[in-house]
């Protein structure tokens, strides 16, 4: 079976531009989460989808949004873009939103903003 | 949130050594997973192990829910086991993950 897949890999973007980032989650996962990963930390929680709705949001500004499709795939969208936002971003997804849930990431988008 | 505290930050270590790696969590846990990060970024499930002990190959992990603790024993240690391991709990209350900041392992030939 196919991992987590996520597109594109790698994203060279300048501040003020908007991105779209997509993941594609296991065959059968219905929940989805989004982690932001900056060099030299462990990735930090952005958002968790399940059955299209939004069940958890991290401590992010609202420049940050996402969503998620009746096929369980999502896109991350990042507005007015900044160069911290330069970082992995990683998906994840698991079976159902319970906390018990193993999680299964995607190999990740390397954003840069210049 | 969840403080999750992983040490030693780096280790170098000769190939065939052994090794622990120790992850630390600050509140009761429902989900704990260690992972190994490759070089281009890719979180590899390594255990699933919110309590007990499990051994896959040569890597096994062994949660104490009780004392708020896990490791993450790495034997005969190889080049290709280098890179960064993270451990991440999910608490009873939560949906998401908290990392710990990682442990850099590099194994020289």
């Known amino acids: 079976d196919a991992g987590v897949t996520q597109s594109p890999t790698h994203l060279i973007k300048t501040r003020g531009q908007q991105v779209t980032l997509r993941c594609s989650p296991i065959s059968g996962h219905k929940s989805v989460s989004w982690y932001q990963q900056v060099l030299g930390q462990g990735p930090q929680f952005i958002f968790q989808y399940y059955e299209k709705e939004e069940r958890g949001r991290g401590n992010f500004p609202d420049r940050f949004s996402a969503r998620q499709f009746p096929n369980y795939s999502s896109e991350l969208n990042v507005n007015a873009l900044l160069l911290g936002d330069s970082a992995l971003y990683l998906c994840a997804s698991s079976l159902g939103e319970q906390s018990t849930d193993t999680q299964y990431f995607g190999p990740g988008t390397r954003l840069t903003v210049l | ?109």
């Open chain 2, 1 to 109: 949130g969840i403080q999750v505290e992983q040490s030693p930050p780096d280790l170098i270590l000769q190939e065939g050594a052994n090794s622990t790696l120790r992850c630390n969590f600050s509140d009761s846990v429902n989900n704990l997973q260690w992972f190994h990060q490759n070089p281009w970024g890719q979180l590899i499930n390594l255990f699933y192990i919110p309590s007990g002990t499990k051994q896959n190959g040569r890597l096994s992990a062994t949660t104490v829910a009780t004392e708020r603790y896990s490791l993450l024993y790495i034997s005969s240690s190889q080049t290709t086991d280098s890179g960064v391991y993270f451990c991440a709990v999910v608490g009873y209350n939560f949906n998401k993950f908290y990392f710990g900041s990682g442990t850099k392992l590099n194994v020289k030939p």
